[in-house]
């Protein structure tokens, strides 16, 4: 009697594979979205509060004033160094701060904003309404 040959995986099997992976990626994707989502706003949380510490270390050094110009954090590398970027979610990418006399929580240009004059001197914003993950706004960081 002939032996037959050894065949290899059939269509059907392969398809299955497929379907089965297609799946478990269907699963995945939507969980590492969010995971990404969570640690890009997670850097832009950090970013503010090491500007706001250098805000601190300014306003401390220079007896009791704050910086005039959010370029004047630049003007040494004591304070501030490299970029601040902004990743809200919404709004596109960015690294441009404003400098404003007056805060306005209701504004959303998607721009970091530094409190350059009036009552809220010296304060540091992020001029956006959405709302991070957990839905906090992100004007109220």
């Given at each position: ?49 090491s500007t706001r510490g250098a805000i601190r270390l300014y306003y401390m050094d220079n007896e ?12 040494s590398s004591k304070y501030l160094t490299g ?59």
């Amino acid at each position: 009697m002939a032996r037959r040959a050894d065949r290899g995986f059939t269509l059907i099997e392969l398809m299955i594979v497929v379907a089965i992976i297609a799946v478990l990626a269907l699963i995945a994707l939507p969980r590492f979205s969010s995971m990404i989502r969570k640690a890009n706003e997670a850097g832009t949380k950090g970013h503010l509060g090491s500007t706001r510490g250098a805000i601190r270390l300014y306003y401390m050094d220079n007896e009791q004033v704050f910086p005039p110009t959010f370029e004047s954090l630049r003007v040494s590398s004591k304070y501030l160094t490299g970029s601040v970027i902004l990743f809200t979610g919404v709004h596109p990418v960015s690294e441009t701060v404003d400098d404003v006399a007056a805060f306005n929580a209701a504004s959303d240009v998607g721009h970091w904003a530094y409190v350059s004059a009036g009552h809220d001197i010296g304060y540091f914003w992020i001029q956006c309404t959405h709302t991070d993950s957990s839905g906090t706004p992100w004007s109220q960081y």
